[in-house]
């Protein structure tokens, strides 16, 4: 076995060896990370002009603003009017958090997870928590735990998409219309970028520096009538930091929910956050941002159909996001390579790559197999994906032969 400690280097000339020249082409935007990911096409910082820097995010003008990004993202997504959307602080794991925290605890709960922050919410609903009824349904990176055993009539918690593993839930089929209990889904590398059947869907979380290229720190979270009613039938028996309160004196707390946040956001953040839905709006909205990442999955996996190296980690096509594409080293190309030597190429391919200035940011998940990720979602032009695949392969070659 090849040691962790081995330095992956090639020796003697590409065409001697049979490997692929280096290219030439390169990826006129190289910003391929999972988060905060590549800016809507065209954005520069004379973008944010508008932004009102210097004013209270009280005052009526950023309210306003607030407000707006609330809408535009409502009309873009199609989320029902009934449903109540709010901006709150701390990113998809701020508004995440506030969810389970609030929300748990009146019946059993359903845990899905098959990649890190499924795993992440598994330790704070099971550990931190603690609640008496929880099952754990776990699957390995690149597949899915048994859908059809989980009982929508408990609370079920899942992501939409697992950003560390590249797998989704194909579907919503398996969620009942009639269920008893709620569906907390942590939607954030999924929004904008996949469809969602909202109905199915009781609590859904984002943030903004995923799929429109947003800023960190942000968080969205949208509540239907049925988790509404929940909190305030059944408030939680947890004491909760102010961060976390969705109500306020046994009523909702609807400021959150019209642009008077819980706490101080940057305007600058705001008027990014706009830019990004403006710019959605004016190629088409959903549907083609949608097609839009479809398209930069069909891309990579054309590749990886005749890739003697690199395959996907997701195992069924049908479960492949389209937007944390991850892939793994095909397992006869690695052969004599132990697993700290795979990761060692893994995080050698990424950092050959950045200084070649042609790809940043698209090393595996620390936690996730030693593999690549690269961001699919809808800011990412298609071009840049075409253009950055030879190099994967020139990389990869360039440090496994001689």
Request: proline share 6%.
């Amino acid at each position: 076995m090849r040691s962790a400690r081995r330095e992956f280097t090639r020796h003697g000339h590409p065409e001697e060896a049979g490997n692929p020249l280096k290219p030439s082409r390169r990826p006129l935007r190289p910003e391929f990370s999972s988060g905060p990911c590549a800016k809507r096409p065209g954005w520069s910082l004379g973008s944010l002009d508008e932004a009102l820097v210097g004013r209270s995010h009280r005052s009526g003008g950023a309210v306003t603003r607030l407000a707006e990004v609330i809408d535009r993202s409502r009309n873009l997504l199609g989320i029902p009017d009934e449903y109540h959307l709010g901006v709150v602080p701390g990113g998809d794991t701020g508004a995440f958090e506030s969810a389970l925290w609030s929300l748990l605890g009146s019946r059993g709960t359903d845990l899905l997870a098959w990649d890190s922050f499924g795993k992440g919410w598994i330790t704070d609903v099971d550990q931190h928590l603690a609640l008496p009824d929880t099952r754990i349904f776990e699957a390995d990176y690149g597949t899915l735990p048994d859908l059809a055993a989980v009982d929508c009539d408990r609370d079920v918690v899942f992501t939409f998409n697992g950003t560390t593993a590249g797998v989704r839930v194909p579907d919503t089929a398996w969620i009942a219309s009639d269920r008893a209990g709620l569906t907390l889904c942590d939607a954030t590398s999924a929004v904008f970028a996949m469809e969602m059947d909202w109905r199915k869907l009781d609590v859904v979380t984002w943030s903004w520096q995923k799929s429109l290229g947003g800023e960190g720190a942000h968080g969205m979270l949208a509540l239907s009538p049925r988790a509404v009613e929940r909190l305030l039938s059944d408030p939680s028996p947890h004491p909760l930091p102010k961060l976390f309160r969705l109500t306020a004196k046994g009523h909702l707390a609807k400021g959150i929910f019209r642009g008077e946040t819980i706490n101080t956001p940057s305007m600058l953040c705001v008027e990014d956050a706009l830019d990004g839905l403006r710019w959605a709006e004016s190629i088409g909205g959903l549907p083609e941002l949608v097609e839009r990442s479809k398209r930069n999955l069909e891309t990579v996996a054309e590749w990886v159909s005749s890739s003697s190296w690199a395959d996907f980690l997701a195992r069924d096509p049908r479960t492949r996001s389209s937007t944390s594409i991850c892939l793994a080293f095909r397992a006869e190309a690695v052969a004599d390579f132990d697993q700290a030597s795979r990761q060692t190429l893994a995080k050698q391919i990424t950092t050959r790559l950045a200084d070649e200035g042609v790809a940043y940011d698209i090393g595996a998940y620390r936690d996730a197999p030693a593999g690549l990720r690269l961001w699919g979602g809808p800011t990412v032009e298609n071009s840049d994906l075409v253009a950055v695949l030879p190099w994967l392969d020139w990389a990869f070659s360039e440090l496994t032969s001689g």
